[in-house]
Nanobody, 122 residues
């Protein structure tokens, strides 16, 4: 069982940057792929960035070239560097363990944390 705690959110102007961190407890962190999701009011939760056990990354088209996911297995952390932020990036951001299901990344439903709020102003 992993516990995931997100941090680093806040209020930033459009064009600014934020770095989100996710601290995972538990020894199984390094054997799991990890992802960052976000959910804006009225919208479904969406995967914005994924990183495999070996460090391969995937991004949603909406964040490609602006966001970068990384992991530190020694520290049991996964981070999301967000640059050139836009108002449409405003959402609660969550990290989670992900796994391939039907060729697509899916989250572990029992691992959701509280998330961290990111608000981008115009």
């Amino acid at each position: 069982q992993l516990q995931l705690v997100e941090s680093g959110g806040g209020l930033v102007q459009a064009g600014g940057s934020l770095r989100l961190s996710c601290a995972a407890s538990g020894s199984t962190f390094r054997v799991n792929a990890m992802g960052w999701y976000r959910q804006a009011p009225g919208n479904q939760r969406e995967l914005v960035a994924a990183i495999s056990i070996g460090g391969s990354t995937d991004y949603a088209d909406s964040v490609k070239g602006r966001f970068a996911i990384s992991r530190d297995n020694a520290k049991n952390t996964v981070s999301l560097q967000m640059n050139s932020l836009k108002p449409e990036d405003t959402a609660v951001y969550y990290c989670n363990v992900i796994f391939k299901h039907g060729g697509r990344w899916s989250p572990r439903q029992d691992y959701w944390g509280q998330g961290t709020q990111v608000t981008v102003s115009t």
